[in-house]
């Protein structure tokens, strides 16, 4: 990669840490750059203009190039690391779950905590209070169903950690934020465990 990297992020967001974690475990260094996304400072005409037109962060500068989605993000750092399976079918297995997790996954866990620790129950829409047992619901049978894929299995896809486990971690580790209740899924626990002892694993916070 000759051109610096620059991430446009929120800190706080698992988004964003998802791909922090990838440029970490890929020995990708990355610049960052923070906006606050409480201050709408990725809706303004310049962000807008100049960085994404959808208005949301993550995004990954690349030269003159602008990446947004994380899991896109995580998937062009990654490419060339351990965190690419070499096998074609586990390669496409990954991006299975890659799709999965911002389909069943995220849109649940995410945005329940994003609801209750960011913005705050008292300040939710009518509507957005009404989709919460939903999302509640939803996000369990995404948490049940990681839980039974591990029942015999130590990793998402093929025999080692591959960047299903990162972009399915950011979220699902930050999931008791959200009042899910991580005892029930013993499997995730001890998955989330073994991504936490890797040697060059970072933190949400770092
Ligand atoms: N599917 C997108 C989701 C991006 C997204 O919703 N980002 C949120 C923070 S996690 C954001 O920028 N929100 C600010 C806003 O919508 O104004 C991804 O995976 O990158």
């Not at 906006?35 to 005409?45: A, L, N, Q, S, W």
């Not at 750092?77 to 069943?104: K, N, T």
Request: glycine fraction near 6%.
């Amino acid at each position: 990669m000759g051109d610096k990297l620059v991430l446009h992020e929120d800190p706080g967001s698992a988004n964003c840490y998802k791909v922090r974690l990838t440029a970490a475990h890929a020995g990708v260094p990355i610049e960052r750059r923070a906006y606050d996304i409480m201050k709408g400072e990725t809706r303004t005409p310049e962000f807008l203009a100049n960085v994404s037109a959808n208005g949301r962060i993550p995004v990954l500068q690349v030269g003159d190039r602008f990446i947004a989605e994380s899991n896109a993000i995580c998937f062009y750092i990654a490419e060339g690391s351990p965190l690419m399976p070499a096998d074609r079918g586990d390669r496409a297995d990954m991006l299975h779950w890659l799709f999965w997790e911002q389909y069943q996954h995220e849109p649940n866990i995410a945005t329940v905590r994003f609801w209750m620790r960011w913005v705050g129950i008292d300040r939710l829409t009518d509507l957005q209070r009404a989709q919460i047992p939903v999302k509640r619901r939803l996000g369990d049978e995404a948490l049940k169903l990681m839980d039974d894929h591990l029942k015999d299995r130590e990793w998402f896809v093929g025999d080692a950690m591959s960047l299903a486990d990162i972009c399915l971690f950011a979220y699902t580790h930050v999931a008791d934020q959200a009042d899910f209740d991580l005892a029930l899924y013993p499997g995730v626990i001890e998955w989330m465990h073994r991504i936490m002892a890797q040697p060059l694993h970072i933190a949400l916070d770092t």
